[in-house]
Structure formats: C-alpha cells, structure tokens
C-alpha cells in the first residue's frame, strides 16, 4: 500500500500562486510515477500533470502548460505541483496519484484525500 497526502491548497486572487505538496509513504518502490489530477464540481476528473519518479520524464494538459511545473524530491518521498498565474477556471479538488506513467485515472493504483483550490476572479 501507498499512502498520500496532499496540502498547500486554498484560496487565492487570479494571477496568483499556489504550491501543493503531496507526501508519499509505504511501497513507493511499487509505483513508477507520481500525477496530479482535479476534478471541478459538476466535471469528470482530468488528468494535470505527471512525474516519472526518475523525474527525468514530465507532461502536463495543456490547460496548465506554462503555468504549472510537476517536480519530486526522492530524499522526502514528496512531490509539488506549483502552479502560477491562476485563472478561476484551475478551481477544483486536487488530487495526488501514484501509480504507472500516464494522463489517465486507470494508470493510478493510490490517490489521495485531495486539497481544495479556490481562485477567485
């Protein structure tokens, strides 16, 4: 079992910045990956970025490119999703996913308990 726990979430104005963390225990060793999804209320969960845990492959949706940077710290176990110039349509239920490289839920073996993102126009 892997366990995850995210933070860093809140409210913030339009054009702002959040950084959300996300520490992993247990069989990490087990999973090739680490992602970031979120899910708007009303809306399916969509994939945002993911990390290989080598970090040395990344992708993100289109939506975020430019805006958002996925990266991991091995040492800690913990992977960050920063995310600047937020636009009100990035508010959503983040969550933190472990499981093998891809953009797609099924990929992903542990989630999260997720972390709220607000961003208010």
């Known amino acids: 079992q892997v366990q995850l726990v995210e933070s860093g979430g809140g409210l913030v104005q339009a054009g702002g910045s959040l950084r959300l963390s996300c520490a992993a225990s247990g069989r990490t060793f087990s999973t090739n990956a680490m992602g970031w999804f979120r899910q708007a209320p009303g809306r399916e969960r969509e994939f945002v970025a993911v990390?290989?845990?080598?970090?040395?492959?990344?992708s993100y949706a289109n939506s975020v490119k430019g805006r958002f940077t996925i990266s991991t710290d091995n040492a800690k176990n913990t992977v960050y999703l920063q995310m600047n110039s937020l636009k009100p349509e990035d508010t959503a239920v983040y969550y933190c996913?472990?499981?093998?490289?891809?953009?797609?839920?099924?990929?992903?073996?542990?989630w999260g308990q997720g972390t709220q993102v607000t961003v208010s126009s």
């Open positions: 990390i290989s845990r080598s970090a040395n492959i990344r």
């Open positions: 996913a472990a499981g093998s490289y891809g953009s797609i839920s099924r990929n992903y073996d542990y």
